[in-house]
């Protein structure tokens, strides 16, 4: 090719690519793995373990987080979970297993499949400075554990940890918890929900601390100064008026949290709901709606 004509046609391909509408520039994600925190099941687990994990599949999930076992062993469940195409990526322990059972739970979560374990929950009585840094001891401790096996350790907020604790230097729990636990240890499974309940912006959180937040829980609410219930165990001294919804039939931004996915760090996206009325329905309105999102 001649010089001129080599120069005239990369000139007219700059300006076609210059042309173009700002859009066609943007790449867009899709959740391709959406992924069902079982505890949003609870009630049917127990009736039809093996039958709801297939009515969870059936749906379209592809993943699936464990909150209890309902009394079978590892390899019981990894055989239900492989047979309707499932993984099962991560699971909630209690504090006290993860205190005095960890090595029992790290061979669980090994035949289970399990890359992620995740402390769910601080009990309220514990929730004072000498109980969060028992718990900032605790987690590097476990989370060094997990790490030699392969496996991540997570912590799950609620409202309550975004409240300053006394003793913490004006601190909430969560930000105290950031600070003082080793990142490459201890992770966060953000509750895209609670933390917005708490009037907090996770995608500030995100920017503060890329790669921090591998799992995230995702459900709607909506505000309703008539709702019955408070959820006070979730919220603690946050006060919140509403009431917990489908994904997609509430008010949190979704698209605007998942631009950010890979600030982030997002490997694995959990619908839950606490409140699921009808539980079927629920999750298939949730996984519709997050299957067909674009971001």
Known sequence: MKRRTFIETSVAAAALYAARP???AEKTHEIKRVGL????????MPKDFAGTIAKVAQTGYKEVEFAGYFDHTPK???????KNGLTAPSTHLGYDLIENKLPEMIEVAHVIGHKYIVCPWIDEKQRTADGWKRAVELFNKAGEATEKAGIQFCYHNHSFEFSPVEGLGGKGAYDYLLAETNPKYVKMEMDLCWISVAGKDPVA???KHPGRFPLVHVKDYVNDPNATSSYAGATGSVVFKG???????GTIDWKRIFEHSETAGIKHYFVENDDAKEPFEDIKISYDYLAALRF
């Open 243 to 249: 009431r917990l919804a489908d994904v997609g039939k």
């Open 37 to 44: 925190q079982l505890y949003t099941v609870r009630r049917e």
């Open 22 to 24: 700002s859009w066609a």
């Open 76 to 82: 019981e469940v990894r055989e239900i979970v492989d």
């Open 205 to 207: 959180y995100f920017k």
